[in-house]
């Protein structure tokens, strides 16, 4: 079992940063892809970045050249910089490990509003 607990969320206004935090229980990082999806208020649970076990990463299109993924490996700590953040960036963020099992987080609250 794998605990992800996500952190870093809060208000902030248009053009502005977050970076977003998700702490694993163990280290895993070596079998696990980890991911960051969002939910938007009343829309399904969308894809937004993954960083695979041989630390390539991948983004939707909607926030390339905005968001990075990253990881470290203590505390075993996966990272989402977001940049330039837009009111469409509003929504739960949540941390995802997929490999032989799969885990979530319990989400992170992100609003972007002026």
């Known amino acids: 079992q794998v605990q992800l607990v996500e952190s870093g969320g809060g208000l902030v206004q248009p053009g502005g940063s977050l970076r977003l935090s998700c702490v694993a229980s163990?280290?895993?990082?070596?079998?696990?892809?980890m991911s960051w999806y969002r939910q938007a208020p009343g829309k399904q649970r969308e894809w937004v970045a993954t960083i695979t076990t041989n630390g390539f990463t991948h983004y939707v299109d909607s926030v390339k050249g905005r968001f990075t993924i990253s990881r470290v490996n203590a505390p075993n700590t996966v990272y989402l910089q977001m940049n330039r953040l837009k009111p469409d960036d509003t929504a739960v963020y949540y941390c995802?490990?997929?490999?032989?099992?799969?885990?979530w987080g319990q989400g992170t609250q992100v609003t972007v509003s002026s």
């Open positions: 995802r490990a997929s490999g032989p099992a799969e885990f």
């Open positions: 163990r280290s895993i990082f070596t079998t696990y892809d």
